[in-house]
């Protein structure tokens, strides 16, 4: 995303902890490393396992990492009570995607996020009028220099409604005034 300039705009969920309960540690307390694939616990132990591996939740497949904490580690630590419950140690999953992720929510903290993330209610509506009402849901044709041609006419179509509206207003009984209904 960062080589390619792409800027993030999205509202990212809260991590929360489904099987230890409110006030344990989640996903954002622990320091990963996406370069050496490596995960600190906010106590300051690093993982010494870690495996592949796709985890399944209702229809969706989430690839990532499966970071385990030795028994012995989170036994001794002082922070156990806030991490886990059980002796067998603190197992962590991470998403192939958590360092964009951690782009976005770095992101939507400062004051231009904030803004952009305000405005961006604008182009869902735009959006959603494209595919509702002008075409763009499945493009009709094969080809990227006909599926541009495609886009090309509905954001036209689009933007002519919008003008039509904005200079004549909209009509209060619209099938009545209709010139199509008489």
């Not at 782009?103 to 604008?122: F, I």
Request: charge should be positive; include cysteine.
């Amino acid at each position: 995303m960062a080589s390619k300039k792409i800027i993030a705009n999205i509202g990212l969920s809260k991590q929360v902890n489904h099987r230890n309960g409110a006030g344990y540690f989640t996903v954002d307390d622990f320091l990963y490393d996406s370069e050496n694939i490596k995960l600190m616990c906010p106590a300051g132990h690093i993982s010494t396992s870690c495996y592949q591996v796709v985890l399944y939740n209702y229809h969706l497949k989430k690839p990532g990492y499966a970071f385990q904490f030795k028994p012995s580690l989170c036994n001794a630590c002082p922070l156990k009570a806030k991490c886990v419950k059980n002796r067998a140690g603190r197992r962590v999953h991470i998403s192939y995607y958590e360092p964009y992720y951690r782009m976005v929510r770095e992101r939507l903290a400062t004051e231009e996020g904030k803004q952009a993330y305000r405005n961006r209610y604008k182009i869902e509506q735009k959006m959603a009028d494209l595919t509702r009402y002008c075409g763009l849901r499945r493009c009709r044709y094969r080809g990227l220099d006909r599926a541009g041609i495609h886009t090309l006419l509905a954001t036209t179509v689009c933007n002519i409604k919008r003008m039509v509206k904005l200079l004549w207003g909209k009509p209060d009984n619209y099938y009545l005034e209709s010139p199509v209904a008489g």
